[in-house]
């Protein structure tokens, strides 16, 4: 009977076999990288791609994102057909930006357009990760500053979630010219008394982080994001000094009072529109 027992535990305690591994349909499941819970990708998705179990925040699409804030069917997008060229002949580049515009369904590293939000109207820019690593070209320049100057023509508050490897070294100095284009038309959406709000998520690095990240009227970030400039490793070796170990994330910037509050993404669409409501009477 001892032995009977024993065999029956053993069974229930067989590993998996590498078929039943194969079975496991690819994408069913995400894995957290940082408290490594194994958890079901659609579960995952539902919660905004926030881990339920220690809240780090997954990376999440441009479309995913304008979805949980903007009021169903009332999104617009703006400059959709518009796709970079390659101006310095950099090598593979344009076949770098096809095969993105395939891998993601994108046509650039950022999503422009207008909707709904708190009973107003709103014109939202979301870059995506995705894509060059939401690295800042030409285009997404263009993009940004049609959808600032789409805010001042009619008259609503503009919202930018950032998210970036900095600009885009294939397009050289066109690229960093994006980073005082877009810098003027914050400024003239200012001078009209717009609303600029930034969300920097992970990362936000680079000319972006130098130019219309920073400019906001309210600066938000997601916890843990990664905000700077320079990387980490060139600093230390520039100043010859050891970082603190939570330098450039969200709330070491909080800290340093370069932000004005670190969000989770499960409540950035009712601090949001709390903002909004605060500057309803400027859009009436």
Known sequence: MLRDLFSKKK???????????????????????KCKTIMYTKELKKNLYVCD?????????????????????TFIEYDSDMVSKDPLSFPSYLEKTKADREKTG?????????????????????MDARFRMGSMGSVVGEKITRAIEKAIEIHAPFILFSASGGARMQEGVLSLM???????????????????????????????????????DYNFAEPGALIGFAG?????????????????????????????????????????TFVLDIH?????
């Open 106 to 126: 994108l046509n650039e590293a950022v999503v422009t357009g207008q909707g709904q939000m708190a009973n107003m109207t709103i014109v939202i820019a979301v």
């Open 232 to 272: 980490r490793r060139i600093i230390e070796q520039t100043i010859r000094q050891e970082l603190p170990e939570d330098f450039q994330t969200a709330e070491f910037l909080l800290k340093h009072g370069q932000l004005d509050k670190v969000i989770s993404r499960l409540e950035m669409k009712q601090t949001l």
């Open 11 to 33: 069974k229930y305690a067989t590993i998996p076999s590498e078929q039943a591994k194969m079975d496991i349909p690819e994408g069913l499941m995400t894995k957290c990288p």
């Open 53 to 73: 179990s220690c809240g780090f925040h997954h990376r999440i699409t441009a479309y995913d994102r304008i979805n949980s804030l903007v009021e169903e069917g």
């Open 280 to 284: 309803r009477n400027i859009y009436s």
């Open 178 to 216: 994006q980073m005082a284009k877009t810098s003027a038309a914050l400024k003239k959406l200012s001078n009209e008394g717009g609303l600029f709000i930034s969300v920097m998520t992970h990362p936000t690095t680079g000319g972006v982080s130098a130019s219309f990240a920073s400019l906001g």
